[in-house]
Each structure stands twice: as structure tokens, then as C-alpha cells.
T-cell receptor, first 114, second 112 residues
Framework: DPKIIQKPKYLVAVTGSEKILICEQY?????MYWYRQSAKKPLEFMFS???????DNQTASSRFQPQSSKKNHLDLQITALKPDDSATYFC?????????????FGPGTRLTVL | GNSVTQMQGQVTLSEEEFLFINCTYS??????LFWYVQYPGEGPQLLLK?????NKGSSRGFEATYDKGTTSFHLQKASVQESDSAVYYC???????????FGSGTRLLVSP
């Protein structure tokens, strides 16, 4: 059974619209993260949460807003979508978040903005 | 600030050849260091992890040694297989916060 679920797997959106990327983890972890990977580019850290509280935010744009309704959920709302937002978005989790813990990644959501 | 450098964007080898992927880091203190591997169409997964307590890590035939003197954490494998083709990331664990720093990744292509 998948331990980290990301929905949807593929998403196509039009410029200016808003989308929510879903992430649920069933590993019992207290820390969750979002990363972005654009085509041919390395993984880029976006946010980290611990016990549903924001710990780090490396995303300059306020168009990206994490939402944590439950301890094992960390969704990502993206507003006013732009073609440059096209990328694969990975959710990850870890037990503890001091930088010593292994992070487990979900399968990703591939977002295409037209 | 913390940073990780992987100079090799791509490494191309034939099966059974020796693999060496360079990684250097910059930070204060003695962080935990990781190598993650990402296969096509998947998220990254941990390959190995090394703390200052043990200095060397190994997994699935891969080895990495934590060298505080040269601030390096190179990845090696004696004999690669075609199934090792993937992107390898050197990762610096945060020394106080929740953020880890991923290197730019090295794509390994192994031909049969």
C-alpha cells in the first residue's frame, strides 16, 4: 500500500486559475514537506511543516500556500497559475525534522499550466 | 549559507565500470549527509545516510565517506549495473532547522 498519497497524478490548468494539490501520509510522521522539480532542473525545497506548523518557507511567491487540515495532510494551494509553475510537485514526510531524518517522498503531481 | 555542490551533471558508464560521483558541501557544524536516488517517474528515495558518528555509509553496493577535512561526501560503487541508471542527489541535512539542501543532482546512464 502506498504510504504517501498525492492526488492527482497529472493536472492540467489554464493560466490564472487556482488548483490544490493533495498530500496524505500514512507513516505516522510529524514533519511534512513540499518540493518542486521543473523539467531538467534539480529538486527545489518549498516548505516544511512540523505538527501542522510552518517551519521553513523558501518560496518567494505568496501564490503558493500550504494547508494542513490534519496532522497527516499537507495540501498545496496555488493561485493565479502561470506557465512557469509547470513542474512536478513532490510531497515528503519524515519522523522528526532536525535535518537528520530520512525523508520519504510521494510519487508526485505533474502540473502543466497552459 | 548551507550549500551542496555536485559538479557532474551527467556520468555515462558501461556495466561493471567503477562509479565515482563528486559532492562537496559548505555549512557550519557537522550535519548529517545523505545520498538520495531518483528513478524515472518516481520521487527520490534514500540511498544512504551518514552521521558524524559513523563516517561511512553503504547500501546496495554504494559507499560514501564523510570527510570533514575536505568537506566532501563522494559516492562510489565498484561495479555499476544498467538498473543503477538514475539521478543521484547529495543532500545536506539541516543543522538546526527542518530544511535540507539538495545538490543539483548527477544523472547516471549505464549502458549494457
Amino acid at each position: 500500500d502506498p504510504k504517501i498519497i498525492q492526488k492527482p497524478k497529472y493536472l492540467v490548468a489554464v493560466t490564472g486559475s487556482e488548483k490544490i494539490l493533495i498530500c496524505e501520509q500514512y507513516l505516522g510522521h510529524n514533519a511534512m514537506y513540499w518540493y518542486r522539480q521543473s523539467a531538467k532542473k534539480p529538486l527545489e525545497f518549498m516548505f516544511s511543516y512540523s505538527y501542522q506548523k510552518l517551519m521553513d518557507n523558501q518560496t518567494a511567491s505568496s501564490r503558493f500556500q500550504p494547508q494542513s487540515s490534519k496532522k497527516n495532510h499537507l495540501d498545496l494551494q496555488i493561485t493565479a497559475l502561470k506557465p512557469d509553475d509547470s513542474a512536478t510537485y513532490f510531497c515528503a514526510s519524515s519522523q522528526g525534522g532536525t535535518g537528520k531524518a530520512e525523508q520519504f517522498f510521494g510519487p508526485g503531481t505533474r502540473l502543466t499550466v497552459l | 549559507g548551507n550549500s551542496v555542490t555536485q559538479m557532474q551533471g551527467q556520468v555515462t558508464l558501461s556495466e561493471e565500470e567503477f562509479l565515482f560521483i563528486n559532492c562537496t558541501y559548505s555549512t557550519t557544524g557537522y550535519p548529517t549527509l545523505f545520498w538520495y536516488v531518483q528513478y524515472p517517474g518516481e520521487g527520490p528515495q534514500l540511498l544512504l545516510k551518514v552521521t558524524t558518528a559513523n563516517n561511512k555509509g553503504s547500501s546496495r553496493g554504494f559507499e560514501a565517506t564523510y570527510d570533514k577535512g575536505t568537506t566532501s561526501f563522494h559516492l562510489q560503487k565498484a561495479s555499476v549495473q544498467e538498473s543503477d541508471s538514475a539521478v543521484y542527489y547529495c543532500v545536506l541535512g539541516g543543522t538546526g532547522g527542518y530544511k535540507v539542501v539538495f545538490g543539483s543532482g548527477t544523472r547516471l546512464l549505464v549502458s549494457p
